[in-house]
């Protein structure tokens, strides 16, 4: 039998690899806030969706979230050295930072080793942008039976990381609605990091079946909610 994710997960955080790249991004990555304005966090599983901030939220949720938990990320991510070079290079410091591409080639070169060895033992599920998204649907339902919160980034990042969030995609309102169908309607925590404050404000939880009859089961409007709430929450 092929090895899961999660005891792939579980293997990653043994490495040496893992755990010196952790207590470095623990030294860059200063402890932050929760800031409720509702319920804290069940018991059971629930969504938690939040502004990227680049590398600074998702580096805090790793470190500091209180539960345990499994988040989105994206696949090159998760995969060899070459892969995770070429995400870091072209996607992330020169597409999404502005980072010039001369640079973003000694940068992403320098920090590929140290990314590469963190995202090993990172609580990672893979997002795809093709028919392999049917495989985080798959490990997401695993992980909410699991009884273990998801944390997505819906936000269209592919201009840059911004704080005021122009678009979401709707992944996780297709995890919601196949999780509804098997019986498990999920609580839905939105939230947003405020970088200079290092702090998450986190709003009232919504049970997806009540996001969707507010908004008869327009999937788009009921998006496009969240996304002005969270906008709303950097002000909070």
């Given at each position: 039998m092929s090895e899961s994710r999660f005891e792939y997960i579980e293997k990653g955080k043994k490495t040496?690899?893992?755990?010196?790249?952790?207590?470095?991004?623990?030294?860059?990555?200063?402890?932050?806030?929760?800031?409720?304005?509702?319920?804290?966090?069940?018991d059971g599983p629930f969504l938690f969706i939040v502004n990227h901030c680049a590398s600074h939220t998702p580096t805090r949720i790793e470190n500091y979230f209180p539960r345990d938990f499994y988040m989105w990320g994206t696949h090159e991510m998760t995969e060899g050295l070459k892969a995770v070079r070429h995400y870091l290079v072209h996607t992330y410091y020169h597409q999404k930072l502005n980072v010039p591409m001369f640079f973003a080639q000694i940068i992403g070169t320098i920090f590929c080793p140290f990314a590469n060895g963190f995202y090993r033992g990172m609580r990672l599920i893979p997002t795809y942008r093709d028919n392999r998204f049917l495989i985080t649907i798959k490990n997401s339902i695993e992980a909410v039976k699991m009884g273990k919160p998801i944390v997505i980034y819906p936000e269209d990042s592919s201009k840059g990381y911004k704080d005021y969030i122009e678009k979401f995609f709707n992944g996780y309102l297709t995890l919601c609605h196949?999780?509804?169908?098997?019986?498990?309607?999920?609580?839905?925590?939105?939230?947003?990091?405020?970088?200079?404050?290092?702090?998450?404000?986190?709003?009232?939880?919504?049970?997806?079946?009540?996001?969707?009859?507010?908004?008869?089961?327009?999937?788009?409007?009921?998006?496009?909610?969240?996304?002005?709430?969270?906008n709303e929450l950097r002000n909070l």
């Open positions: 040496l690899k893992f755990k010196v790249a952790k207590c470095v991004s623990k030294l860059l990555y200063h402890r932050a806030k929760f800031r409720y304005l509702g319920k804290e966090f069940n196949i999780l509804y169908k098997n019986k498990i309607d999920l609580p839905i925590y939105v939230a947003h990091f405020h970088k200079q404050h290092k702090e998450f404000i986190i709003d009232e939880p919504i049970l997806y079946s009540e996001l969707m009859k507010k908004f008869d089961n327009d999937v788009d409007k009921a998006s496009d909610s969240l996304r002005t709430r969270m």
